[in-house]
Each structure stands twice: as structure tokens, then as C-alpha cells.
């Protein structure tokens, strides 16, 4: 009777201490994470109204915004491809490569700046650099507001979403309009958000342990936050600069906006949110291979050489990061009329 006594004591003691390390990891991760909302934000000077979404929706979706009227934001924005175009560059205006990995729309409201470098402030300036950039849409900004002017259909809707404005047809509303609809694409309640709401049960043991590790190493340093990144800048080789085909030496990142040589190799942190479903990676796109990003990470930004147990039990957590993805019905789009401007050869 005493060895069972003492056997139920032994077996209650290690539910204990399991319990007590879970709640440990829950209130460590609590200091640093935070899940996603299950509603969109607002966002500042912008007010969202179901008529602006739904002609976001449409201008998003709409390829007639660039001049070949062949590619539209959802061309390298794919929301069944987690918001990505799962290309190492994306294609644009007359076959021409972009010069880096188009990052996920998704849960892109909650980044700090957008792009690699942070040259947009927020979705809505964001919003106007692809439509212009020759390499990308190629329409020039003069001619965005004259293409939607020609297609009668946009008329009254504009209206509907800008009401009171004497002209509402113009790229900045386009721009507006484009940025609430992109804020609705969040991805929230996937595994991660739902232990980080107590939820203890929503992370395997494998998932957990690489949790643990994601944050003992280091790794939350730069992801943290709803995004489990998108706050902050960071060097890319803050301990150990990785080969040229993961950094080019002609792509200093953000000093080509800021003109900082502090700033040479520095990127925007990504989002790891649905990382599972965006490769390839880096700003490159040249790692098609979760594992290896999480390697070239470890000893490139750690200065850690991680062990394959290691890897995976963070790419196993990663997989937690996958949240519930948007459901967007695709638009009837306004038709073109015979006096809507013609797309450029």
C-alpha cells in the first residue's frame, strides 16, 4: 500500500511539474506574442465601409490597373497561395523579373511599414507603388484614374464608397479602397492564436518544444508581436553574412531608401505567419525549403549552428502559424466599353 502511495505521488508530482512548464511557456510566449483578431482593423484616416471593401475587392482583382491589362495586385498576391505568388521574383510588365520575393498581403495590416525596404508607410501607400513601378503594372500614375474613368461601371461605384466627392474616380481613392479590402485578409484562430488564448491543447508536444526553442535561441527577438514579425528592421547577417545567392552584394535593402550606411543589408523582419505556405524565402526567394531557412537563420542571424532536432521541432512550430485563411469570393468585374483606353502590346 505504501509503493502505491507513493507511485500516485510520484505520478501526481510529474502531471504537476508538466503543468506548471506548460503554464510557464503559455506566460513567456504571452510576453511576447499576441494572437491575431478575429475582426479587422481600422485603419487611421480610412474609414472602412462595405461599399469601399467590396470596390477594393475589385480593383485588387481588376488587371486592367496595369498597362498590359494582363496583370493585377493578385497576380503576385495570390490569396490561395498564402498571399504570395510562390515565384523566387515575380513576373511583370512585358516579362520583366521584380527584384525581390513578393511578401504575403496576408495579415500585412499589422506589419510596421510594407515592402522589404519600408519605403510605403502603410497598405494604402503601399497600394500605388505596383501599379506605377515599370517593371511591375507599368501604368502610369496619370493614366490609373483615366483607365477607370473608361470603364463605366467604376463610375457609381466610386461614388458609393467616396460619397460627397465632386470626382471620386482618382488614384489615391483607388489606393484607399485597395488597402481596406487588403485588411480584411487576416488569418486568424490558427493554432498558435488559439494557445496563446489559453488554448493549451492547440500545440502539439512537438509544437511546443519548438516554441521553447523558437524563443531560448533567440529567434523572437525580431518575430514577435501579432505578426511573429513585421515591427522591426534587422540585418540580414547580423553575426554571419550568408552566401550571395541568399544576399546579393548590389541589393543593400533599406539604404537605397534612406541613403544610411547603417542601413546597407538591412530588410524589414517578415511576417512568419502562414510561412508554411510561402516559399521560397528571404527577400531572394532563393530557399524553397522551410528547414533550410530556419538553418541559414540560425547561423546567419544567431550566430548558432542548430542541430536537425532543432530545426525541426521550429519548423514543426511554424506549421502552428497557419491560421484560418480568407474566404473571397471572386468579383464580376465592370465591363470594358469600346472607348475604355486599350492595353499597351
Known amino acids: 500500500m505504501i509503493r502505491y502511495a507513493v507511485a500516485l505521488l510520484s505520478v501526481s508530482c510529474l502531471f504537476a511539474s508538466s503543468a506548471l512548464a506548460q ?22 484616416g480610412n474609414v472602412a465601409t462595405p461599399g469601399k471593401v467590396e470596390l477594393g475587392k475589385m480593383l485588387y482583382f481588376d488587371p486592367r490597373l496595369s498597362a498590359s491589362h494582363a496583370i493585377s495586385c493578385s497576380s503576385c498576391h495570390s490569396i490561395g497561395l498564402g498571399g504570395a505568388d510562390a515565384e523566387p521574383t515575380s513576373i511583370g510588365h512585358r516579362w520583366q523579373r521584380g527584384g525581390r520575393n513578393a511578401p504575403t498581403v496576408l495579415n500585412a495590416v499589422f506589419n510596421k511599414v510594407q515592402f522589404w525596404d519600408g519605403r510605403a508607410k502603410d497598405l494604402e501607400q503601399q497600394a500605388g507603388g505596383p501599379m506605377a513601378n515599370p517593371v511591375e ?44 479590402f487588403e485588411a480584411t485578409l487576416i488569418t486568424p484562430n490558427g493554432p498558435f492564436d488559439r494557445f496563446l488564448r489559453g488554448e493549451q491543447d492547440a500545440l502539439s508536444p512537438t509544437q511546443k518544444a519548438g516554441l521553447a526553442v523558437f524563443m531560448d535561441k533567440g529567434c523572437s527577438a525580431c518575430h514577435n508581436g501579432i505578426n511573429v514579425g513585421g515591427g522591426m528592421y534587422a540585418p540580414f547577417g547580423v553575426v554571419e553574412k550568408p552566401g550571395a545567392e541568399f544576399l546579393p552584394p548590389a541589393d543593400k535593402g533599406r539604404f537605397l531608401v534612406s541613403k ?68 473571397v469570393t471572386y468579383p464580376i468585374l465592370p465591363p470594358s466599353v469600346a472607348s475604355t483606353p486599350r492595353p499597351q502590346p
Open 137 to 180: 503594372m507599368a501604368s502610369p500614375t496619370t493614366h490609373v484614374a483615366e483607365q477607370l474613368k473608361g470603364i463605366p461601371g467604376y463610375g457609381d461605384l466610386f461614388a458609393k464608397a467616396f460619397p460627397g466627392e465632386s470626382d471620386p474616380i482618382t488614384l489615391a481613392n483607388a489606393q484607399k479602397a485597395i488597402a481596406v
Open 23 to 44: 503554464d510557464d511557456l503559455l506566460a513567456k510566449a504571452k510576453q511576447q506574442f499576441e494572437p491575431i483578431p478575429t475582426a479587422p482593423p481600422d485603419l487611421p
Open 260 to 327: 544610411t550606411p547603417s542601413d546597407e543589408y538591412v530588410f524589414k523582419v517578415p511576417t512568419l505567419r502562414n510561412v508554411a505556405l510561402t516559399a521560397p524565402y528571404f527577400h531572394t526567394g532563393k530557399a524553397w525549403d522551410l528547414r533550410q531557412a530556419v538553418a541559414v537563420m540560425g547561423t546567419s542571424q544567431l550566430g548558432t549552428q542548430l542541430t536537425d532536432d532543432e530545426i525541426n521541432k521550429i519548423t514543426t512550430f511554424l506549421d502552428s502559424l497557419t491560421g484560418e485563411q480568407p474566404k
